[in-house]
Every structure is written in structure tokens, then in C-alpha cells.
């Protein structure tokens, strides 16, 4: 096996179900081409030098090459750079920020975004999005109204009709 073979999925679910279907539980191995194995109750890790892919015990997934990292937890909660990112596709949600991005890509919906965001993405149509506070905002559509309830965001608009300002219904 090469150096390579942390970037070929179907490789490294080949050793993640080895390891498990042998209940390889609290050992740590080395493959030839140098990759490390750890398996343990929490999940299982295969690292190459600085590059590492890891699989929690919640079902979790993390890549990471050393210079930049990818995660998805559990929930469908993804992250890039070790911040979270919260995926919104259609229907009206309400949830706590959390301090994280959110990108939001729906039509005719209502979401209520509590407390802080990072950055929050508004991509559709007759959206209505309430946000608690957030470092910018992004809105490309048209006919959307988004409200924050406190902060001075940086907001880009690069749509039509779409209205962006303080109030709403989020609590910061």
C-alpha cells in the first residue's frame, strides 16, 4: 500500500471494516507504505505522515491533510477547518447557531437562526431568515428577508427584491 492510500476512499473503508470486523478494539498496527492504524472503542484512525482519516464511534468522519481539515458528525453537521458548518435545505428549522457557519439553500421557507453565527449564506427564494447575530451575511436569490437582532454584520447582496436589516424574531 502507498502513501496514497489515505486519499483512495474505497482503500481506507476496505481497512476500517477489516479492523472492525475482527473486533480489533484497543490495538494500534502499521500497514507496509507506513500508515498507522489505531482502533479503539471510540472509533478507528489511519494516519500517513501528516495526513490523518478518522472514524468516531458516533459515526463521525474527519480528513485531515495537514493543512487544512473536513469533518461530518454524527448528525450530518458539517465542518471545515475545524469550525462547524450547518446545512439548511428546505423547510422551516429552528437552531442554535452555536457559533457556527450556516449555509442555507432552500425555497419558501421560514428559519430561525439563535445566538451567535460565524457566517451565515442565504441561497433561494422567498426565504424569511431571522438571525441572532452574525459576522456577515450572504444573500444570493431573490424575494428574501433576512433580519439579525443585534450586531453590524457585513452583509453582500447578489440577488433581487431581497431585504436585509436589524429585528426578526432570533434571540442573539
Known amino acids: 500500500m502507498t ?22 478494539t484497543g490495538c494500534s498496527f502499521s500497514l507496509p507504505g507506513g500508515q498507522d492504524v489505531s482502533v479503539d472503542p471510540d472509533g478507528v ?7 490523518e482519516v478518522s472514524v468516531d464511534g458516533e459515526g463521525g468522519v474527519s480528513v485531515d491533510n495537514g493543512e487544512g481539515e473536513v469533518s461530518v458528525d454524527g448528525e450530518g453537521g458539517v465542518g471545515v477547518g475545524g469550525d462547524e458548518v450547518l446545512n439548511v435545505t428546505g423547510g422551516d428549522l429552528t437552531e442554535d447557531c452555536e457559533g457556527r457557519a450556516v449555509n442555507i439553500a432552500s425555497e419558501d421557507a421560514v428559519v430561525v437562526l439563535n445566538g451567535s453565527c460565524t457566517t451565515v449564506t442565504v441561497a433561494g427564494s422567498n426565504l424569511t ?11 444570493i436569490g431573490a424575494d428574501n428577508t433576512v433580519h439579525y437582532a443585534s450586531g453590524e454584520p457585513e452583509v453582500t447582496d447578489l440577488g433581487g427584491n431581497n431585504s436585509v436589516s436589524s429585528g426578526g424574531d432570533a434571540t442573539p
Open 129 to 139: 431568515v431571522h438571525i441572532g447575530s452574525a459576522d456577515s451575511i450572504h444573500v
Open 45 to 51: 484512525s489511519v494516519r500517513d505522515g501528516e495526513s
Open 3 to 24: 502513501a496514497s492510500a489515505l486519499r483512495t476512499p474505497a482503500r481506507l473503508a476496505a481497512v476500517l471494516a477489516t479492523a472492525a470486523a475482527f473486533g480489533l
